[in-house]
Protein backbone atom coordinates (compact mmCIF):
# COMPACT_ATOMS: atom_id res chain seq x y z
CA UNK A 1 0.00 0.00 0.00
CA UNK A 2 1.42 3.60 -1.20
CA UNK A 3 2.03 5.65 2.06
CA UNK A 4 2.69 8.88 2.98
CA UNK A 5 4.34 9.27 6.52
CA UNK A 6 5.10 12.30 8.87
CA UNK A 7 5.61 12.47 13.18
CA UNK A 8 1.99 13.34 14.32
CA UNK A 9 4.02 15.74 17.04
CA UNK A 10 3.49 17.73 18.36
CA UNK A 11 6.72 20.25 17.29
CA UNK A 12 7.33 22.75 19.65
CA UNK A 13 9.61 25.83 18.89
CA UNK A 14 9.71 29.07 20.44
CA UNK A 15 9.00 32.12 18.34
CA UNK A 16 10.87 33.07 15.96
CA UNK A 17 12.79 30.21 15.01
CA UNK A 18 13.21 27.75 12.47
CA UNK A 19 10.56 24.88 12.44
CA UNK A 20 11.15 21.48 10.33
CA UNK A 21 9.07 19.25 9.07
CA UNK A 22 9.32 16.16 7.27
CA UNK A 23 7.41 13.49 5.05
CA UNK A 24 8.45 10.47 3.41
CA UNK A 25 6.46 8.07 0.85
CA UNK A 26 6.91 4.47 -0.50
CA UNK A 27 5.46 5.36 -3.91
CA UNK A 28 9.03 5.28 -5.88
CA UNK A 29 7.28 7.19 -9.16
CA UNK A 30 5.83 9.97 -7.74
CA UNK A 31 5.87 13.48 -9.28
CA UNK A 32 4.23 16.00 -7.45
CA UNK A 33 4.48 16.71 -3.62
CA UNK A 34 2.49 19.48 -1.79
CA UNK A 35 2.68 20.78 1.34
CA UNK A 36 -0.58 21.93 3.35
CA UNK A 37 -1.33 23.80 6.18
CA UNK A 38 -5.02 22.92 7.73
CA UNK A 39 -6.07 25.00 11.24
CA UNK A 40 -8.70 23.00 13.58
CA UNK A 41 -12.00 22.73 12.21
CA UNK A 42 -10.90 24.12 8.87
CA UNK A 43 -9.89 22.84 5.56
CA UNK A 44 -6.69 22.48 4.10
CA UNK A 45 -4.94 24.93 2.86
CA UNK A 46 -2.08 24.68 -0.14
CA UNK A 47 0.98 26.30 0.78
CA UNK A 48 3.75 24.93 -1.12
CA UNK A 49 4.23 22.38 -4.18
CA UNK A 50 7.53 20.68 -5.59
CA UNK A 51 8.13 18.91 -8.36
CA UNK A 52 11.85 18.79 -8.46
CA UNK A 53 15.30 17.90 -6.49
CA UNK A 54 16.03 20.64 -4.27
CA UNK A 55 14.86 23.48 -2.36
CA UNK A 56 11.99 25.94 -3.38
CA UNK A 57 12.04 28.71 -1.62
CA UNK A 58 8.35 30.93 -1.14
CA UNK A 59 8.33 34.03 1.00
CA UNK A 60 9.42 32.59 4.97
CA UNK A 61 8.39 28.41 3.53
CA UNK A 62 11.31 26.28 1.83
CA UNK A 63 10.39 22.80 0.08
CA UNK A 64 12.99 20.21 0.01
CA UNK A 65 12.59 17.57 -1.97
CA UNK A 66 15.14 14.12 -2.14
CA UNK A 67 13.29 11.61 -4.54
CA UNK A 68 16.28 9.38 -4.38
CA UNK A 69 15.59 9.11 -0.47
CA UNK A 70 11.77 9.63 -0.84
CA UNK A 71 11.69 12.51 2.00
CA UNK A 72 10.30 16.07 1.35
CA UNK A 73 10.43 18.43 3.96
CA UNK A 74 9.16 21.87 4.90
CA UNK A 75 10.98 24.89 6.53
CA UNK A 76 9.22 27.64 8.42
CA UNK A 77 11.77 30.84 9.01
CA UNK A 78 10.71 33.24 11.36
CA UNK A 79 7.96 30.95 13.06
CA UNK A 80 5.27 32.86 14.15
CA UNK A 81 1.96 31.71 16.53
CA UNK A 82 -0.30 31.93 13.84
CA UNK A 83 1.36 29.44 12.18
CA UNK A 84 0.28 27.17 14.80
CA UNK A 85 -1.42 24.40 13.07
CA UNK A 86 -1.63 21.01 11.33
CA UNK A 87 0.50 20.04 8.32
CA UNK A 88 -0.19 17.93 6.15
CA UNK A 89 2.50 16.14 3.05
CA UNK A 90 0.66 14.66 0.18
CA UNK A 91 2.10 12.93 -2.56
CA UNK A 92 0.75 12.26 -5.74
CA UNK A 93 0.84 8.55 -6.14
CA UNK A 94 0.63 7.32 -9.73
CA UNK A 95 3.28 9.01 -11.30
CA UNK A 96 0.53 11.86 -12.89
CA UNK A 97 -1.66 9.49 -14.38
CA UNK A 98 -3.86 11.37 -12.32
CA UNK A 99 -4.29 13.99 -10.16
CA UNK A 100 -4.99 11.51 -6.93
CA UNK A 101 -3.13 12.27 -3.95
CA UNK A 102 -2.31 10.65 -0.18
CA UNK A 103 -2.24 12.70 2.63
CA UNK A 104 0.09 12.09 5.28
CA UNK A 105 -1.91 11.96 8.97
CA UNK A 106 -0.22 15.68 9.57
CA UNK A 107 2.38 17.24 11.84
CA UNK A 108 1.06 19.62 14.37
CA UNK A 109 2.98 22.73 14.87
CA UNK A 110 2.70 24.43 17.82
CA UNK A 111 4.60 27.91 17.89
CA UNK A 112 5.33 29.81 21.36
CA UNK A 113 4.98 33.20 22.19
CA UNK B 1 -7.31 32.69 -7.75
CA UNK B 2 -8.29 29.28 -7.51
CA UNK B 3 -11.18 29.40 -5.24
CA UNK B 4 -13.32 26.48 -4.57
CA UNK B 5 -16.60 26.87 -2.48
CA UNK B 6 -18.60 24.07 -0.50
CA UNK B 7 -22.54 24.68 0.53
CA UNK B 8 -23.84 23.76 3.41
CA UNK B 9 -20.92 24.75 5.60
CA UNK B 10 -23.10 22.96 8.11
CA UNK B 11 -26.19 20.57 8.28
CA UNK B 12 -27.70 18.61 10.90
CA UNK B 13 -30.07 16.20 10.19
CA UNK B 14 -32.19 12.96 11.43
CA UNK B 15 -30.85 9.59 10.55
CA UNK B 16 -32.34 7.88 7.40
CA UNK B 17 -32.90 11.52 5.78
CA UNK B 18 -30.26 12.68 2.80
CA UNK B 19 -28.31 15.22 2.45
CA UNK B 20 -26.57 17.25 -0.93
CA UNK B 21 -23.08 18.80 -0.57
CA UNK B 22 -22.57 21.26 -3.44
CA UNK B 23 -18.99 21.77 -4.11
CA UNK B 24 -17.97 24.78 -7.09
CA UNK B 25 -14.49 26.23 -8.41
CA UNK B 26 -15.54 30.18 -8.83
CA UNK B 27 -12.56 31.18 -10.80
CA UNK B 28 -11.69 28.34 -12.80
CA UNK B 29 -12.64 25.24 -14.38
CA UNK B 30 -11.99 21.93 -12.86
CA UNK B 31 -12.33 19.22 -15.26
CA UNK B 32 -11.58 16.88 -12.03
CA UNK B 33 -12.97 16.95 -8.47
CA UNK B 34 -12.29 15.36 -5.32
CA UNK B 35 -14.21 14.56 -2.51
CA UNK B 36 -12.59 13.62 1.21
CA UNK B 37 -13.86 12.70 4.17
CA UNK B 38 -11.76 13.83 7.95
CA UNK B 39 -12.77 12.07 11.19
CA UNK B 40 -11.74 14.38 14.38
CA UNK B 41 -7.92 14.24 14.39
CA UNK B 42 -7.48 11.82 11.53
CA UNK B 43 -6.06 12.48 7.62
CA UNK B 44 -8.01 13.43 5.15
CA UNK B 45 -9.38 10.07 3.57
CA UNK B 46 -10.29 10.61 -0.49
CA UNK B 47 -13.89 9.17 -0.62
CA UNK B 48 -14.28 9.53 -4.94
CA UNK B 49 -12.42 11.16 -8.06
CA UNK B 50 -15.49 12.97 -10.25
CA UNK B 51 -14.68 14.21 -13.70
CA UNK B 52 -16.95 16.28 -15.05
CA UNK B 53 -19.49 14.39 -17.88
CA UNK B 54 -18.80 10.98 -16.73
CA UNK B 55 -18.98 8.51 -13.80
CA UNK B 56 -17.48 9.22 -10.41
CA UNK B 57 -14.22 6.73 -9.27
CA UNK B 58 -14.89 5.63 -6.01
CA UNK B 59 -11.95 4.53 -3.68
CA UNK B 60 -12.10 0.73 -1.72
CA UNK B 61 -14.78 0.50 0.80
CA UNK B 62 -16.77 3.89 0.19
CA UNK B 63 -20.26 2.66 -1.24
CA UNK B 64 -21.04 4.32 -4.13
CA UNK B 65 -25.16 3.89 -3.62
CA UNK B 66 -24.98 5.52 0.00
CA UNK B 67 -22.54 8.73 -1.48
CA UNK B 68 -23.77 9.66 -4.98
CA UNK B 69 -21.76 12.15 -7.05
CA UNK B 70 -22.68 14.08 -9.53
CA UNK B 71 -20.18 16.46 -12.07
CA UNK B 72 -23.00 18.25 -13.95
CA UNK B 73 -20.38 20.71 -15.11
CA UNK B 74 -17.30 22.05 -14.88
CA UNK B 75 -17.66 24.32 -12.22
CA UNK B 76 -20.10 21.86 -9.68
CA UNK B 77 -20.03 18.72 -8.33
CA UNK B 78 -22.17 17.24 -5.95
CA UNK B 79 -21.90 14.92 -3.25
CA UNK B 80 -25.35 13.51 -1.82
CA UNK B 81 -24.92 11.30 1.02
CA UNK B 82 -28.38 8.85 1.01
CA UNK B 83 -30.06 7.84 4.55
CA UNK B 84 -27.64 9.02 6.11
CA UNK B 85 -26.53 7.18 10.08
CA UNK B 86 -24.78 8.60 12.57
CA UNK B 87 -21.92 7.06 11.67
CA UNK B 88 -21.80 9.24 8.36
CA UNK B 89 -21.41 12.30 11.00
CA UNK B 90 -18.27 13.82 9.42
CA UNK B 91 -16.28 16.72 7.79
CA UNK B 92 -16.82 16.57 4.27
CA UNK B 93 -14.54 18.16 2.10
CA UNK B 94 -13.68 19.08 -1.70
CA UNK B 95 -10.90 19.88 -4.05
CA UNK B 96 -10.87 20.89 -7.52
CA UNK B 97 -7.83 20.87 -9.92
CA UNK B 98 -6.95 24.09 -12.08
CA UNK B 99 -3.74 22.60 -13.10
CA UNK B 100 -0.98 20.26 -12.95
CA UNK B 101 -1.51 18.03 -9.75
CA UNK B 102 -2.39 21.02 -7.56
CA UNK B 103 -5.88 20.73 -5.48
CA UNK B 104 -7.49 23.68 -4.05
CA UNK B 105 -10.03 22.63 -0.91
CA UNK B 106 -13.47 24.35 -0.44
CA UNK B 107 -13.67 25.10 3.17
CA UNK B 108 -15.79 22.00 3.89
CA UNK B 109 -18.98 20.74 5.27
CA UNK B 110 -19.89 19.40 8.70
CA UNK B 111 -22.28 16.87 8.99
CA UNK B 112 -24.05 15.55 11.94
CA UNK B 113 -26.58 12.72 11.74
CA UNK B 114 -29.18 12.38 14.80
Known amino acids: QKEVEQNSGPLSVPEGAIASLNCTYSDRVSQSFFWYRQYSGKSPELIMSIYSNGDKEDGRFTAQLNKASQYVSLLIRDSQPSDSATYLCAVNIDGGATNKLIFGTGTLLAVQP | ?114
Open chain 2, 1 to 114: GAVVSQHPSRVICKSGTSVKIECRSLDFQATTMFWYRQFPKKSLMLMATSNEGSKATYEQGVEKDKFLINHASLTLSTLTVTSAHPEDSSFYICSATPAYNEQFFGPGTRLTVL
